[in-house]
C-alpha cells in the first residue's frame, strides 16, 4: 500500500510540475499576480509529493519489502540499517529518484525564498525549473519506474554491490546531486532572464547565492567521491581522470568560472552575454554528466543501445534543454547592451583571464572524455585517453590558474596597477618561496614540477591569508583594532580568501604526493618493513562474521623508531548474497599523512603487502572543504540575504550606490 | 579475478553515476612480479603507468588486478630483461592490442584535434576576448552634430541657471 502511495504521489508531483510550469509562466506574461502567485505554491506542493515518493521508497527499502523489484535488485534482508537506506541511490531508479527531489527541492526553496528575486524573474525561474521537474519525473514515471512490483517475490534480495556498501554512499550522490541539480536553478534563473528580456546586476544578485549552494556542494560531493575512491578501491589512487569522474568536474569547472563572471555582473554590470551563456553551459555540463553515467555510452558506444529506452529518453531531455537554452540565448543575447567598461589590467580583466583559463581547462576536460567516444562512434578507431594527457593539458592551465589568483584579488576593480600588486604581493611570495625552500630541503629535493606546484599552493594559500590580513592590518593598530576590522569585513571577502586559501592547501596535498613512498613485499608475521619515516609490521590475521560478508583480516602495527604508535587492519570481505569479494585497504592517520596498506594474495614467502606513506594525503581533501566553507561564508553574505533591492531603488540597478558599495565590498 | 575486472566497475558505474568507479578493488602488480634490478623494475613501472588495461575502465596495467594485466605486466618485464629499450616495449604492445592500449594517445591524424583541441580552445578565447574589447570599446559610439549641439544647450543652460 505504502508503495502504491509513492508511485500515486509521483503521478501526482508531475501534474502539479506541470502547473508549476504553465501558470506563472502565463501569469509573468499577463502580468497578473494572482497566476504568478500559483507557482510557489505548487513548487512546494512538488516537493511534498516527490518527498512522499521518496519517503515510500526508503520505507521499502527498510522493511526489505522484496516484492518491489527495485528492491529485491538492490537489497538484502541482512544489510546493516544505513545500507539498506543508501541502497535507494545505489542504482538506477532511486538515484533518478533522488535527481528529482534535488529538483523539486530548489524549486521549493526558490519557492520559499520570497525576496531573493523580484517576481517576474521568480515566476519564470520556477516556470523553468517546473519544467525540469515535468521531464524527468515523465521519465521516471515512463521508463524507469522505482516501484514497480513483481508477481512472484522472492524470499531474499540480491543485495547492493559490495562496493557500494559503504558510508561513502551515504554522504557521496546526496551531495553530488545538490550541487548538479543546484545548477538547475540558475540555469532556470538564466532562462527567465532571457525570456523576461532583464539581465542586469539585480539578476546577478538573485542568482549568486543559488550558485553559491550549487558550488559548495558539488566542491564537496566530488572530494567525498575522490577520498570514497581513495580508501575503497585500495591501491592508493584518488583522482583517477575517469569519464565518469569528468563527467562531475566538468560542471564544478565552469561553475567555479560562473561564479567568478557573475561577480563582475554584478559589481560592474559587465560580462552580461558570458555570464548568462556560462549558467546554461553549467547545467548542461551537468545533465551531459548525467548521460553519459546513465545511458551507458561510456562503457562502450554500442553498450548505448542495449537500453534504448532510457538512453534515448535522457538524450531526448538533454537535447530539448541545452537547445532550448542556447535557443533562448541566441534570440536574446543581441539584444543584451554591453556593461561597465574596465581596462585590461584590473580586477575585472584578471576574471576574464580566470574565466578564459576555467573555461579552457572545462573544454580539455571535454575533449578528453568525449574524443575517444566519438572517434569510436564515427570511424571505429578506439583509443584512450588517460591521466598523461590531462598532464600535459589540463595541469599546465590548472598551473597559469593559481599563479593569477593571489594578482587577482591584489587588483582593483575597473583599473589595477600591476606593479602596485605586484609589490603587495611581495611579501607574499617571499614567505612562500622561503617556505617551499624549506621543506624541499627537508626532503632533500625533489621533482621539479612537485616543487613549482607546492609554491604555488603555498602562494596561493599565503596570498587568501594576505587577502584578510592587508584589508584588517595597519600599521601601529593594535591587535584588538586588527581583529575587529577583520570581523568588520563583508561575509563575501571571507569567503572569497577561505575558498582561495582552500584550493591552495589541495593543491598543497596534491603537490606533496610527489614525496609518496610505496613498498612492495610479501611479508611474514614479526618481519617489519620500511615505508617512509615508519616500520610496519603484520601481527596477526584472523577471520571474522560481519553481518553480510565474511571477512579475512590482517592486522599491522605501525613503528616509529621501534615503539609502536598505531594498529591498522587491512581486510578481504566475501559477499555470498553476490559471489564478489572486496578489498579493504588499512588507512593510518599520522598528522597530515598516512600509511596506506593494501593487501595482496598470500604465496609461498608470504603475504603480499602494497604499502604507502602519502605525506600530507589529508591535505588534498581538507583543502576541499576548507573552500567549501568559504563558498558557504559568501553564501552568508548579509547583502546577498536581503534580497532584492526594493521597487523605488530597483530603477538604478548599476547606479553609483551599488558601485560603490561593490568597490568597498571588493577592496 | 579476470571477472571481476571488467564487472564491478561497469555494474558499479551504471549503478550509481558516481565517482568511485575508476577501478575494481583488488591487488594490482604483486610482490612476486618485482624484478630483482632495481633500475629495470623503474623503468617497467613507468611503462606499466602508460598501459591501459584492457578490460578495465581507464586504469593503468600497473594498478589492475584483472589477468590481462596481470600478463601484460609480465611481458613487459621479460622484454626488459631480454634488453628491449622502453620504446621497443611499447611498440610491440602496440602491435599486438592496437592504439587503444596506450593511456596517451600517439598524435596523428586521427588525434591531432584532441592534442591541440585545448590550444585552439584557448586561442580561439583569447581572439573573442580581444575582439569583444574592440567592440565594446567601439560600442559607444561618438556624438552626433545635432546631439553635440543640444548637449552644448543644456550645459549653458545650467550654468545660467542660478545654483540652488
Known amino acids: 500500500m505504502i508503495v502504491e502511495i509513492g508511485h500515486y504521489a509521483l503521478v501526482l508531483a508531475l501534474a502539479l510540475s506541470v502547473i508549476q510550469t504553465v501558470l506563472p509562466f502565463w501569469g509573468a506574461r499577463a502580468r497578473d499576480a494572482s497566476l504568478m502567485g500559483i507557482g510557489p505554491v505548487a513548487a512546494v506542493g512538488v516537493f511534498i509529493c516527490v518527498a512522499i515518493a521518496f519517503g515510500a521508497l526508503t520505507w521499502a527499502y527498510v522493511t526489505s519489502d522484496f516484492t518491489v523489484r527495485n528492491v529485491v535488485e538492490n537489497s538484502h534482508s541482512l544489510k546493516p540499517l544505513l545500507f539498506r537506506i543508501t541502497g535507494l541511490w545505489g542504482n538506477h531508479e532511486g538515484s533518478m529518484l533522488l535527481w528529482v527531489l534535488v529538483v523539486a527541492l530548489f524549486g521549493a526553496l526558490l519557492a520559499v525564498a520570497r525576496n531573493m528575486a523580484p517576481g517576474v524573474l521568480r515566476a519564470d525561474a520556477l516556470a523553468v525549473q517546473g519544467l525540469i521537474s515535468v521531464a524527468f519525473l515523465t521519465f521516471i514515471i515512463s521508463v524507469s519506474n522505482p516501484f514497480a512490483r513483481l508477481v512472484a517475490p522472492p524470499a531474499e534480495g540480491q543485495d547492493l554491490n559490495p562496493i557500494l556498501q559503504d558510508i561513502g554512499l551515504a554522504i557521496h550522490p546526496p551531495l553530488l546531486y545538490i550541487g548538479y541539480v543546484g545548477f538547475s536553478l540558475v540555469f532556470a534563473f538564466a532562462a527567465a532572464a532571457l525570456i523576461g528580456g532583464r539581465i542586469d546586476a539585480i539578476w546577478a544578485r538573485a542568482v549568486r547565492p543559488w550558485c553559491l549552494i550549487a558550488w559548495a556542494f558539488l566542491t564537496l560531493g566530488i572530494a567525498m567521491g575522490s577520498y570514497w575512491a581513495y580508501y575503497e578501491l585500495g591501491w592508493g589512487g584518488f583522482w583517477f581522470w575517469d569519464p565518469v569522474e569528468n563527467a562531475s568536474f566538468m560542471p564544478w569547472l565552469s561553475g567555479t568560472a560562473l561564479l567568478h563572471s557573475i ?38 558506444v554500442h553498450a548505448f543501445a542495449t537500453d534504448p529506452g532510457r538512453g534515448l529518453f535522457i538524450l531526448a531531455i538533454l537535447v530539448f534543454f541545452i537547445g532550448g537554452g542556447f535557443a533562448l540565448f541566441a534570440w536574446r543575447a543581441p539584444l543584451l547592451k554591453t556593461g561597465g567598461l574596465f581596462a585590461p589590467v584590473s580586477r575585472e580583466g584578471a576574471l ?32 584512450s585517453v588517460g591521466p598523461p594527457f590531462y598532464d600535459a593539458t589540463f595541469v599546465p592551465l590548472a598551473m597559469a590558474l593559481l599563479l593569477l589568483i593571489p594578482f587577482g584579488q591584489a587588483l582593483a576593480w575597473k583599473r589595477g596597477d600591476l606593479a602596485g600588486a605586484v609589490s603587495r604581493l611581495l611579501f607574499v611570495m617571499g614567505l612562500s618561496i622561503v617556505a617551499c625552500l624549506a621543506i ?7 621533482p621539479v614540477l612537485a616543487v613549482i606546484g607546492l609554491w604555488l599552493g603555498i602562494f ?9 590580513l592587508s584589508r584588517s592590518w595597519k600599521r601601529g593598530a593594535s591587535l584588538s583594532v586588527v581583529l575587529r576590522r577583520a570581523a568588520g569585513l563583508p561575509r563575501s571577502a571571507w569567503g572569497a580568501a577561505v575558498a582561495h586559501a582552500g584550493v591552495g ?27 617512509g619515516p615508519y616500520e610496519v609490521v603484520l601481527t596477526d590475521s584472523f577471520s571474522r562474521q560481519v553481518a553480510n560478508y565474511r571477512e579475512d583480516v590482517a592486522r599491522f602495527h605501525v613503528l616509529q623508531g621501534g ?15 553476490r559471489n564478489t569479494s572486496t578489498t579493504e585497504a588499512g588507512i593510518s592517520t599520522i598528522g597530515l599523512g598516512q600509511v596506506y596498506v593494501a593487501l595482496g594474495d598470500a604465496g609461498e614467502h608470504g603475504l603480499g603487502v602494497r604499502l604507502y606513506w602519502k605525506p600530507w594525503v589529508l591535505l ?6 576548507i573552500a567549501a566553507i568559504g563558498g558557504a561564508l559568501s553564501f552568508s553574505d548579509r547583502r546577498l540575504r536581503v534580497g532584492a533591492p526594493t521597487r523605488g531603488r530597483r530603477k538604478q540597478p548599476a547606479a553609483k550606490d551599488a558601485t560603490a558599495m561593490a568597490t568597498v565590498a571588493a577592496q | 579475478m579476470s571477472q571481476r575486472g571488467i564487472k564491478l566497475p561497469v555494474a558499479a558505474a551504471i549503478a550509481l553515476g ?24 623503474q623503468r617497467a613501472r613507468d611503462i606499466s603507468l602508460g598501459l591501459r588495461c584492457l578490460v578495465c575502465q581507464n586504469q593503468s596495467i600497473d594498478d589492475s588486478d584483472a589477468q590481462v594485466a596481470q600478463d601484460l605486466r609480465r611481458v613487459v618485464r621479460q622484454r626488459l630483461v631480454a634488453g628491449d629499450s622502453d620504446s621497443e616495449i611499447r611498440a610491440y604492445i602496440v602491435e599486438r592490442y592496437g592504439d587503444f592500449v596506450l593511456l596517451k594517445p600517439p598524435f596523428n591524424a586521427r588525434t591531432f584535434l584532441l592534442w591541440l583541441g585545448p590550444a585552439i580552445v584557448l586561442l580561439g578565447g583569447a581572439v573573442l576576448v580581444l575582439w569583444g574589447r574592440g567592440r565594446s570599446r567601439a560600442g559607444a559610439p561618438a556624438l552626433s552634430a545635432a546631439e553635440q549641439a543640444q548637449l552644448r544647450k543644456l550645459l549653458d543652460e545650467r550654468e545660467r541657471e542660478p545654483p540652488t
Open chain 1, 263 to 300: 561577480l563582475v555582473m554584478e559589481k560592474r554590470d559587465a560580462l552580461k552575454v558570458w555570464t548568462i551563456l556560462l549558467a546554461i553551459l553549467t547545467f548542461s555540463l551537468s545533465l551531459l554528466g548525467a548521460f553519459l553515467v546513465r545511458s551507458g555510452v561510456l562503457t562502450s
Open chain 1, 620 to 625: 588534498i581533501w581538507i583543502g576541499a572543504v
Open chain 1, 505 to 531: 592547501v589541495c593543491v598543497i596535498g596534491l603537490a606533496a604526493q610527489a614525496w609518496s613512498i610505496e613498498t612492495l613485499a610479501s611479508v611474514r608475521p614479526g618481519q617489519p618493513l620500511a615505508v
Open chain 2, 18 to 41: 558516481a565517482l568511485v568507479f575508476a577501478a575494481s578493488p583488488g591487488q594490482a602488480l604483486q610482490p612476486d612480479e618485482v624484478l630483482p634490478d632495481r633500475k629495470l623494475e
Open chain 1, 460 to 468: 596561493v594559500f599565503v596570498g587568501g591569508v594576505n587577502e584578510i
Open chain 1, 563 to 577: 615503539a609502536i604508535i598505531r594498529t591498522v587492519d587491512a581486510s578481504k570481505r566475501f559477499f555470498p548474497a
Open chain 1, 440 to 446: 624541499v630541503f627537508m626532503q632533500h629535493g625533489g
Open chain 1, 352 to 383: 576574464v583571464v580566470n574565466n578564459l583559463l576555467l573555461a579552457t581547462a572545462c573544454a580539455t576536460v571535454f575533449i578528453g572524455t568525449l574524443y575517444p567516444l566519438a572517434l569510436e562512434g564515427l570511424t571505429g578507431d578506439k583509443i
